[in-house]
């Protein structure tokens, strides 16, 4: 069941990309007609590259230096920038409404609930869930009333997101460093070794670092760059 969850949150998002993409392609001439099949062809590389990674086991000794960092992580965010700094937003941040990209971080409530359910099935620690100290389904549950704002255009709308943003920018790297710590510091947390399981770096939870969280980061460099556009 726990591997549907993390399936079925995945296709979620290729389709809300997927959605999105095409309502841009509608009202700006600045996208390829065959756009659509290149962004699929390159999550689905993206997938495969995560699904190598682990038939290979390269993921698998969770020591230093620490592989899922530089293998997972740095190359998202590697595309993420090259995405943002080759200007290839700026038809998706002139043309989506800035509440939408809030509305969909919301996907972040499902994400803690899956690694609760890593936990309940023992790949990891208490600490990592929202039951220990990760308490970034706060920005998930946030992000709601934050787009409805943005939705009436209400005068406080872009003060909150800002505000809003900011947290759940710091909440996400309070998720990265707990994780990083019980996998290299485990005696910060009071472990004598590793809690988290090498399972961890197998596919589907390895969409944690592989996908999610780059997608949330995504989405607030979106966000960000709509508003800062905006003057707000």
């Not at 995405?83 to 803690?112: A, Y």
């Amino acid at each position: 069941m726990l591997t549907f969850n993390f399936c079925l949150l995945y296709a979620a998002l290729f389709a809300v990309i997927g959605f999105a993409y095409v309502n841009v392609q509608k009202v700006s001439d600045q996208l390829p007609s065959n756009g659509l099949f290149k962004l699929y062809g390159g999550l689905i590389l993206w997938t495969i590259y995560l699904l190598v990674l682990d038939q290979t086991g390269i993921l698998r000794p969770m020591v230093n230096p620490p592989r899922i960092p530089l293998l997972v992580i740095l190359p998202a965010f590697i595309l993420i920038v090259w995405f943002f700094v080759s200007g290839k937003h700026r038809p998706f941040t002139q043309n989506i409404p800035i509440w939408q990209p809030v509305l969909i971080q919301s996907f972040r409530i499902g994400v803690e609930f899956l690694i609760l359910g890593i936990y309940l099935k023992g790949i990891g620690p208490v600490q990592a869930t929202f039951e220990g100290y990760n308490f970034d389904i706060v920005s998930g549950l946030l992000a709601i009333p934050t787009a409805w704002l943005l939705y009436r255009k209400a005068s406080i709308a872009r003060l909150v997101t800002w505000i809003w943003s900011i947290l759940s920018v710091l909440l996400l790297a309070n998720i990265v460093f707990i994780f990083n710590t019980l996998v290299l510091r485990p005696e910060m947390w009071g472990f004598t070794e590793n809690p988290i399981s090498v399972e961890f770096t197998k596919m589907p939870y390895i969409l944690i670092a592989g996908f999610y969280m780059p997608f949330a980061v995504f989405l607030h460099v979106f966000t960000f760059t709509q508003l800062r556009k905006k003057g707000a």
